[in-house]
């Protein structure tokens, strides 16, 4: 497991979640009122996160604790919802878990 990958994706998600929070229920006009034509630049102070980091943080846990084989089968599914229809394997940076073992 490349740690180093998993906490830069956690930590991105975190700074992203927190950079979008104070317009996260704005309208595009609303955000362009408070923040001008190029919106949010600058983390806010306090760069707080929301509630989906932190399901993101309990869903990144429960895959570490049990393994990544349930992702494995159902990853390919999900491609069909995403928006170009690719998918790419999150599995490269968690741990294969006793779960995954044969």
Known sequence: MDTN???GVIYGLAIGDAL???TEFMSLSGIKADYGKRGINHLPEPA???DDT???IAIAEALIRTGNRILNRSWQRLGKNSSNGATHSI???LPAGPASQP
Do not use: H
């Open 54 to 56: 932190q399901m993101s």
């Open 5 to 7: 990958k998993a906490k």
């Open 48 to 50: 707080l996160y929301t």
């Open 20 to 22: 979008g929070r104070p």
């Open 91 to 93: 599995t490269a940076v």
